[in-house]
């Protein structure tokens, strides 16, 4: 029997015992949407702490130091004759940054601008830190649900406050936005080569240094200027931002990187790179590097030990959490393959009833010219389509599950005053997955109702009343 | 493994089917052998468990002899696969029953193409096949029609045009007039008779009404017990 026909008279039987078969199918629908539902909660729970650790900067960072900077966490301290070796390690420059950028895969590569510093607003004096932040952290999940805006642009004279410094300014945080306030702070000035005199505090007035960017010729000293710079706040953020490792975490008062780096705040290096006899370039303590994923920053990692720099990523971690979710996801998966093995076993009793019911007429069937094959073939259909049928429809139940755990989820997080999150995800592998787990499985269910249909008799079939 | 056939439509040689039942040996056709004529019409009479459904079954391919050859021909049906014996079923001969055996949830169209789907007969050739044997049975305006809808009559009519439909050489008949008061049975004996004279279709036909046997078929072998008894031409035995 060709295809063709074989669907139409699978689907002619399916609709005649229409009760009995849309049971059958809701049996197997109700399994695959139970194993959809657990696994779509797996993933959406995998797919929401991926997002929100990616997001977090933590995960698609490389943090990056001079091999002199660099002990691994934990490790012993090195021996002298390896320290000695470390003085001679390569340089953290911006000839370097600008070689870190070109790695592939990299996105951006910023250093760590924080510092403590004194503001003040009102007129009154308040201290703090202040941490430069890219535009790359405008992704980040910490800005999210942020009140007001994100910086402008890179060199905005702008401010987002910290919530908790925010509640330091005024009680209505939320007033805070579009005041001014004042940043004071110490600006590295270098000398020129013959000053012996300034106007602040100097240093390094007998090693040649100049740690500054800086086109004035150089004494290698700097001295430190008083400086006041007005900042607009244009933003209150909620949760505190942790780009990178140890990077603008703990800041309270953010402004844009670029701003924080133009004002030439004197830095913990400084001192040590002046006394080292460091001249020309800046060098910087660490640089943290953005990798395009995750998946990116074992490769990127490996690029920049291979220029002899000290590199510590997180990514072990992630190795770790996927273990997790796979572990997470394949016994929620057994859990829901549970229930379609019971709608399995209401494949078999329908289409062994069938058989009872229809002995008839594959009694028939066989006097008329079918063969064993065709009629194997025919029950085979049959259960094809109640699995494929029953497939979509569990796949469609599963979704409005998810959707609805979602739905409550989020009824709960609103009153917890939390932003709402989504709990279930069922990606197209998933669906396409489900659907044709429910036929295979339907289809391994018919095997014996089909082939005991096949074995009957045909006389004794047809003797059949 | 093929026989001399010599004209023969179908041909059994020392044919025995036993059952076992319980521990007893039921020996349904014992040591049977007969040979039907290309456009014969044979009549296969006996009282009830003489046989000679269980012969006809044999004819048919439905069920293998435990000993003795069957030729349809030429080819010996014990030794065919269940594939080959479905094809013996599916082009070489038609058959009717007592009972009809339509497809309630079918109508008449859909019951009579059946057999050309399971044939795999091209399906821009159906409906002209179908309207062909409806025509021949005269039922064509009850195409869509139900066999609940249809009268015993009609309804063993439709299953002598769904026995035609896939076109033939051999018509087994068990009972046809079984279920059928006696002037509808003798419109279905006339349009057996009709078909085996018109189409020079070999008729096989089970029955235990002997008035009708020796009125329609050409030749009457007679069983009893499951042995072959008589032999001969219909007015011979009658």
């Given at each position: 029997m060709k295809l063709r026909d074989l669907t139409e008279l699978a689907a002619r039987n399916l609709r005649e015992a229409v009760l009995r078969n849309s049971l059958t199918t809701l049996g197997i629908a109700v399994g695959v949407a139970s194993l959809v539902a657990m696994l779509s909660l797996g993933v959406g729970l995998q797919e929401l702490a991926s997002t929100r650790l990616s997001r977090s900067g933590l995960f698609d960072a490389v943090f990056v130091t001079t091999q002199a900077n660099m002990r691994a966490f934990g490790a012993p301290p090195r021996p002298a004759a390896e320290r000695a070796t470390t003085q001679a390690a390569r340089k953290l420059d911006d000839d370097a940054r600008q070689q870190l950028t070109g790695i592939k895969n990299v996105v951006e590569v910023y250093p760590e601008v924080r510092f403590p510093t004194e503001v003040q607003f009102e007129g009154k004096p308040y201290m703090t830190t202040v941490a430069g932040i890219p535009a790359s952290a405008r992704a980040d999940g910490a800005f999210d649900e942020m009140k007001g805006t994100f910086f402008?642009?890179?060199?905005?004279d702008e401010a987002i406050l910290q919530i908790e410094f925010a509640r330091d300014l005024s009680r209505q945080t939320e007033s805070l936005i579009g005041k001014e306030l004042v940043l004071r702070y110490a600006e590295k000035e270098p000398l020129p080569a013959d000053s012996s005199a300034t106007p602040a505090a100097t240093a390094g007035k007998t090693a040649p240094n100049d740690s500054a960017a800086d086109d004035a010729p150089a004494s290698g000293g700097f001295s430190l200027v008083p400086r006041e710079m007005k900042l607009r706040i244009i933003g209150v953020v909620e949760t505190e931002p942790a780009t990178g490792f140890g990077g603008f975490g703990r800041g309270r008062l953010l402004i844009p990187l670029q701003i924080a780096q133009n004002l030439r705040i004197a830095q913990p290096t400084d001192m040590r790179e002046m006394l080292r006899g460091n001249t020309g370039k800046p060098t910087y303590e660490s640089l943290t590097v953005r990798v395009s994923s995750p998946k990116a920053v074992q490769g990127v990692e490996d690029a920049i030990k291979g220029m002899g720099f000290g590199t510590f990523s997180i990514l072990d971690a992630t190795k770790n959490l996927r273990l997790f979710f796979t572990v997470f996801d394949l016994l929620l998966g057994i859990f829901g393959s549970l229930a379609l093995t019971v709608a399995s076993l209401g494949i078999i009793n329908t289409l062994v009833m069938a058989i009872l019911e229809r002995r008839r007429e594959i009694g028939i069937l066989k006097a008329l010219g079918a063969a064993d094959r065709d009629v194997r073939r025919l029950f085979f259909a049959e259960a094809g389509a109640m699995g494929l049928l029953g497939g979509v429809l569990g796949v469609a139940i599963g979704w409005l599950i998810g959707r609805a755990l979602t739905f409550g989820t989020n009824v709960y997080l609103a009153r917890q005053e939390l932003p709402p999150i989504d709990l279930s995800s069922i990606p197209w592998w998933m669906v396409v997955g489900a659907i044709a787990f429910s036929f295979f499985v339907s289809l391994a269910a018919g095997m014996y109702p089909a082939s005991r249909a096949a074995r009957l008799n045909p006389v004794e079939a047809l003797r059949y009343e | 493994m093929t026989g001399n056939s010599n004209g023969f439509a179908i041909r059994t040689e020392r044919v025995s089917r036993q059952y076992a039942m319980g521990e007893a040996l039921v020996h349904a056709v014992e040591d049977v052998s007969i040979a039907v004529q290309a456009g014969e019409f044979v009549a296969l009479l006996g009282s009830s468990g003489s046989g000679k459904s269980t012969l006809l079954n044999l004819l048919a391919g439905l069920d293998r002899p435990t000993s003795g050859a069957i030729y349809a021909h030429d080819h010996n049906l014990a030794e065919m696969s269940s594939q080959e014996l479905a094809y013996h079923r599916s082009y070489t001969v038609g058959m009717v029953f007592q009972a009809f055996n339509?497809?309630?949830?079918?109508t008449l169209e859909e019951n009579v193409e059946l057999p050309l789907r399971l044939a795999e007969v091209d399906r821009a050739e159906r409906p002209a096949r179908v309207r062909e044997a409806v025509e021949r049975v005269s039922l064509a305006a009850r195409l869509t029609h139900r066999p609940s809808e249809l009268s015993g009559g009609e309804q063993q009519r439709a299953a002598l045009a769904r026995a035609l439909v896939n076109r033939p050489t051999i018509l087994l008949a068990d009972e046809p007039t079984g279920n059928l008061d006696s002037v509808t049975g003798d419109a279905i004996m006339h349009l057996l008779q009709e078909i085996n004279r018109n189409l020079r279709m070999t008729i096989v036909m089970v029955t235990h009404d002997r008035v009708r046997a020796a009125r329609y078929a050409h030749r009457i072998i007679t069983m009893r017990d499951g042995k072959l008894v008589t032999e001969g031409a219909s007015d011979e035995i009658a």
């Open positions: 402008s642009g890179s060199e905005a | 339509l497809l309630p949830r079918m």
